[in-house]
């Protein structure tokens, strides 16, 4: 690993998630001095990864991180060809409906299809959330052996909600029903008020893609038969497109 560049990850990342930072909160976090961060964050910034807010000297992250995510988004063949079956999903069920890729031990939402009632609604695309705590995580897991078995291997989980699975054992017990069923439900587990199922999508040759699912509220949870027939239909026709001969796809590696 080389550690100039992990260093320049790891800003990156506190930046995300704390939006804007100080220099010294950033050298806290990396447990760092002060003008080694300073030598770092003056690299990114001179690329357009960071920039500093004048009126408070905070830094946060900047417009190329925006251009590097638009590039990711327009290559993955995944998301271009679920757009389709994303939009024929909301329109059959009322829901919302997210496409998610694994990172590390979180999940990206890489597209999002708003629910059709004509209501505002935030655009998702970036949300990052933790993928024991939620269905699209749970439906990529079930089906990435390695990915499983760190996270049965992890001590406590974060807790998101009084309702998140937290213990590493009761977790792998779920996963073994998704990869069974192909179906994976969560229940209040990351936010409370919502709830969702999700399905893994595959190309055949890999470990589960990425996953599609449903955001439901928790006052209509569980959904009908018809709902989850209509996103177990969707997962396996993009999955088809993407050159799977057969979904679930059950791999030498999944427990």
Not at 97 to 107: G, H, T, W
Not at 120 to 145: D, T, Y
Not at 166 to 187: M, N
Request: charged share 25%; with cysteine.
């Amino acid at each position: 690993m080389i550690q100039s560049v992990d260093r320049a990850i790891r800003i990156l990342r506190a930046l995300q998630g704390s939006r804007r930072l100080g220099l010294s909160d950033i050298a806290s976090y990396l447990d760092l001095p002060a003008s080694t961060v300073h030598g770092i964050i003056r690299t990114l910034a001179a690329h357009g990864m960071v920039e500093q807010d004048r009126s408070s000297g905070r830094y946060q992250l900047g417009p190329a991180v925006l251009l590097l995510g638009n590039v990711y988004l327009d290559t993955l063949e995944m998301s271009g060809r679920a757009a389709k079956w994303s939009e024929e999903l909301a329109r059959r069920t009322g829901f919302a409906v997210r496409l998610a890729v694994l990172l590390s031990n979180d999940v990206v939402i890489v597209q999002h299809e708003p629910r059709p009632d004509g209501t505002r609604q935030m655009r998702e695309v970036g949300i990052v959330i933790p993928a024991h705590a939620c269905a699209l995580g749970k439906a990529i897991l079930a089906f990435r052996g390695e990915d499983r078995r760190r996270f049965a291997e992890a001590g406590p989980l974060r807790a998101m909600t009084g309702e998140t699975l937290v213990e590493p054992d009761l977790l792998e017990k779920e996963l073994k029903s998704v990869a069974a069923t192909g179906i994976a439900t969560e229940s209040d587990e990351a936010v409370l008020g919502d709830s969702g199922v999700a399905a893994p999508v595959f190309d055949g040759e890999h470990p589960a893609l990425g996953a599609i699912g449903l955001v439901i509220p928790t006052v209509e949870y569980p959904p009908p038969d018809a709902v989850i027939d209509a996103l177990r239909e969707s997962a396996r026709n993009l999955s088809r497109e993407l050159g799977a001969s057969r979904w679930p796809v059950q791999l030498p590696d999944t427990r």
